[in-house]
């Protein structure tokens, strides 16, 4: 007969780590605590971790813990968010659908899908807000199931995608009464998992090196499992044979009961032969002993990994299920497999698993490698069959051998599909380029590729780029599947800083195109791109642009794209803020954006719906602008796009609120655009959005000592980007000079800005105010250049013709005058800005025109605009200004 195993055998030597494990469920069961915690085991291959985390659940459970538990496995690395969905499944499934989309909120859609508790969207989701939204759910859960202990055993094993989760998740335990505790193995990873791994261990409170037992301690054990009589020369063999691992000592003195060899010194020469049936070629062995057709149920339910029925293994081996149910029994009777635990039960998890990690790696390894590929074949095959779908079938796909197979090809395209409609773009990669290795029919062999450099355009913008360029110098894409193909590699030349690249690509195309609608799109884009990217203008590409949309009513999207663009290059140029609104206007579908135009759609992207706002903004329709850009954060949410996408939908709305003077609301939605930003990477144009309206608007509300500590702390700080970045960095920095005191190297930002500005061929005195702000600077050295900028100033303000742009340039007229004619001035930009949209600006106005005419119900007006608007350090100066008339008696004085 065969004897159960110690349970506790693996603990030996472990009282320190069940210690700390206990101390942290109990601090996270405390009365009252709000915060959680990670703890990381590391330890070799049978050093007992799995039977810590056993332990843990013990602890946890009679403590009244809700434990949730998870398993990375060896051939499933690849398959995408396996982890996460084995943790919240069991807890997700059982939920009413409505109940379930009421804890996701406006995650639910993005990361429903993911969870496989939802079906995809049309909208293919961001990988990040996946992310995102399953912290979101978790954190939920969480505070419905408090305390909660969430136990991931095999982390190194673990997919990429749910890694990624759960280092964002463990970035938020500080408020969270949950416990966290990961095992792994020391190295056995690489690239992205290594990376979030590493992130895990900087984050746990304790990360424990797991050890081998000692010499004492594997004797302690040998008696304790064969005999008190087991002498000291059999229990040093014991711990030479097995170096002290304990799962190896475990299985070791198992078969020594088995074969019922007596513990003594003369039979330790045989330990050694008796271990090595543990593992390689000795497991092989022991499982020829028991017939062919139980090593073929072995070998089946290592290639399938999860989800073990006896039912699956006899499909896949070809046997019926009476012999199916013998060879189960046989394994399990050798322990090589057994019955799941049923704490460790998961959502489909089948009703056999292997004892131990290390023998489903050896059964694994011991299929010869040609019937191994084979039978992940026919694995694929039932897996297709049973409906669970092409990116189930995927894990089984990618390891078979090439065979020219078409079918193999469509069902790899279709598994890439689904991974990128969950929101996994590594795994739609890994598909399409094992797709290639097929290979795939000529006719189809450029949709591939173009689906590939799809599928990795976010990630590895230079990879896209081959695989485009491959795609469009291969024959098979034609009509509107190769435009989208140039203009996808248009971007991805962008985002790898290939800016010229990427316009003379879309400009060749479109030479090879007749007019029409491609052309048009071509051409668009490829204006697109010169008027966004690029410190200096294109010759007569202003002209160029206007003679087109001239001709373009807004009958399709092609000529709305054309009409946004010449709307942003009229009002980065100052043209007429009229004209400006008309084009922005016509590009609308009863005031609404056109279908195919919308945030979320992919053939035009987001930086021409940003320029459509950008322009409504900086032409005093801010009505226009930040109900577009609400509509993008919406939009975002919603679809669960969280990284650069999000991070812009918040820095535009930030500069809308910022323009509309409303502060406080800017500073917010800058600083969560900034938070965004940080985690797609600095130095990238969204960043410098986010930071420079975030610098901009503490410059506003007065706060100069915070404003310099976003600066320095964020690096806003020349080079700066090619692109055009709203507000104007170079002014915005200029501005922050002048208010440290720093006025000589302020001027130099500022004269800076005017250089470029001239390379552009014009600027928008609003967009870009370095004109005002450079006059004021140098007045007191040189007030002749002073008087020549502001006159500057006032005249493309009013060729521009905002309110607010002429309301500016008569504020800093005003400022350098005196007498008579500084009061009528300064009533002048009051009369504007009173009509504009831009509050702060008109109590700034309106504080100044007080303070010259020495008015306290003109100082107690702008008082009350400063107050609304969050303009701390206008209020302080209007407040200084009021008590100094109050004091004086009041009345008018020059």
């Not at 603990?11 to 700390?20: C, F, K, N, Q, T």
């Not at 989800?307 to 006899?314: E, N, Q, W």
């Not at 500069?655 to 939605?669: I, S, T």
């Amino acid at each position: 007969m065969t004897e159960e195993r110690p349970p506790a055998a693996p603990l030996w030597e472990r009282d320190e780590e069940v210690a700390a494990l206990r101390q942290a469920v109990e601090s996270v069961r405390a009365e009252g605590s709000s915060s959680g915690g990670l703890l990381m085991l590391r330890g070799d291959a049978g050093f007992g971790k799995t039977a810590l985390l056993t332990q843990t659940r013990r602890i946890a459970e009679s403590l009244g813990c809700t434990v949730w538990s998870a398993r990375g496995g060896e051939t499933l690395r690849a398959v995408p968010y396996n982890v996460v969905r084995q943790l919240l499944q069991p807890a997700l499934i059982p939920m009413h659908p409505d109940e379930a989309r009421a804890y996701l909120g406006d995650w639910f859609d993005a990361a429903g899908p993911a969870l496989g508790i939802a079906e995809p969207g049309e909208v293919q989701p961001d990988p990040q807000g996946v992310c995102d939204g399953l912290v979101v759910a978790v954190r939920r859960l969480a505070e419905r199931e408090w305390p909660l202990v969430l136990m991931v055993d095999d982390a190194h094993w673990a997919d990429q995608e749910s890694l990624r989760w759960l280092a964002a998740f463990a970035e938020r335990l500080d408020d969270l009464s949950v416990l966290v505790v990961i095992a792994r193995r020391p190295g056995d990873v690489g690239g992205a998992r290594a990376r979030h791994l590493d992130r895990l261990a900087a984050l746990s409170d304790r990360d424990s090196q797991l050890s081998a037992l000692t010499p004492d301690a594997t004797a302690a054990l040998t008696r304790a499992t064969v005999g008190q009589h087991a002498d000291g020369p059999f229990c040093r063999q014991v711990w030479a044979v097995t170096a002290g691992n304990p799962y190896e000592t475990v299985e070791l003195l198992a078969k020594v009961q088995d074969s019922e060899m007596e513990p003594v010194e003369s039979s330790a020469d045989e330990l050694r032969g008796l271990n090595r049936t543990a593992r390689g070629g000795g497991l092989a062995d022991r499982l020829s002993e028991l017939g062919i057709n139980a090593t073929r149920f072995a070998w089946a339910a290592a290639i399938l990994g999860n989800g073990i029925t006896v039912d699956l293994v006899a499909q896949l081996i070809s046997v019926d299920r009476t012999e199916a149910v013998r060879c189960a029994e046989l394994l399990r009777g050798a322990r090589i497999l057994t019955a799941p635990d049923p704490a460790n039960a998961t959502v489909g998890g089948g009703d056999l698993e292997f004892v131990h990690p290390l023998i489903a790696s050896a059964v694994y390894q011991s299929i010869p490698e040609a019937l191994r590929t084979a039978m992940h074949g026919i694995a694929a095959g039932l897996v297709l069959a049973s409906g669970l779908g092409a990116a189930a079938a995927s894990r089984h796909l990618l390891p078979i051998h090439p065979e020219d197979d078409a079918e193999i090809v469509e069902q790899l395209r279709e598994a890439a599909r689904e991974h990128l409609a969950v929101g996994a773009p590594d795994a739609a990669r890994r598909c399409l380029e094992r797709a290639l290795r097929e290979p795939p029919r000529q006719q189809v062999h450029a949709q591939v590729l173009f689906e590939l450099g799809c599928a990795t355009l976010l990630t590895a913008p230079a990879t896209t780029i081959d695989h485009l360029q491959n795609a469009l110098a291969t024959p098979g894409l034609d009509g509107g599947e190769r435009v989208d193909a140039v203009v996808r590699l248009s971007q991805a030349l962008l985002h790898n800083d290939q800016l010229d690249q990427a316009v003379r690509t879309v400009e060749a195309e479109a030479a090879r195109h007749s007019e029409g609608p491609a052309r048009m799109r071509l051409q668009a884009v490829q204006y697109m791109w010169e008027g966004i990217y690029g410190e200096i203008a294109t010759p007569g590409r202003s002209e160029r642009l206007a003679a087109l949309a001239r001709t373009c009513t807004g009958r399709d999207n092609s000529e709305r794209a054309l009409l946004i663009l010449r709307a942003f290059d009229a009002m980065t140029h100052g043209e007429s803020a009229e004209e400006v609104v008309e084009y922005c206007d016509r590009a609308l579908v009863n005031e609404r954006l056109a279908p195919g135009l919308g945030w979320t759609d992919t053939e035009w992207g987001i930086e021409l719906l940003m320029m459509l706002g950008s322009s409504y903004a900086y032409a005093d329709r801010l009505d226009r602008a930040e109900s577009l850009f609400t509509e993008a954060l919406r939009a975002y949410t919603t679809a669960g796009w969280s990284g650069g996408h999000l991070s812009l939908a918040h820095a535009f709305l930030g500069m809308a609120h910022r323009r509309r003077g409303r502060l406080r609301d800017a500073e917010e939605v800058l600083r969560e655009s900034l938070r965004l930003a940080e985690r797609v990477g600095r130095r990238l144009p969204l960043h410098w959005s986010a930071t420079c309206g975030l610098v901009d608007t503490l410059l506003a509300r007065g706060h100069v000592e915070e404003a310099w500590n976003v600066a320095e702390q964020y690096g806003f700080t020349p080079p700066y980007p090619s692109t055009i970045v709203l507000p104007d960095p170079r002014t915005v920095r200029g501005r922050l000079l002048l208010a440290v005191g720093r006025t000589e190297d302020g001027v130099s930002e500022l004269e800076a800005a005017e250089k470029a500005a001239a390379a552009r061929g014009g600027h928008n005195p609003v967009l870009a105010p370095w004109t005002v702000d450079l006059a004021l600077a140098v007045a007191a050295e040189d007030p002749d250049r002073a008087a020549r900028l502001a006159a500057d100033a006032r005249g493309q303000a009013e060729r521009f013709g905002t309110d607010t742009a002429i309301g500016e340039a008569l504020r800093c007229a005003a400022a350098l005058e005196t007498g008579q004619r500084k009061v009528r001035l300064a009533a002048q930009a009051v009369t504007y800005l009173e009509s504009s949209p831009c509050q702060f600006e008109h109590a700034a106005a309106r504080i100044e025109l007080g303070i010259a005419t020495r008015s306290a119900p003109e100082l107690d007006r702008g008082l009350t605009l400063a107050r609304s608007c969050g303009a701390d350090g206008l209020v302080q100066r209007a407040e200084a200004a009021l008590h100094g008339v109050e004091r004086a008696g009041g009345g008018f004085t020059w």
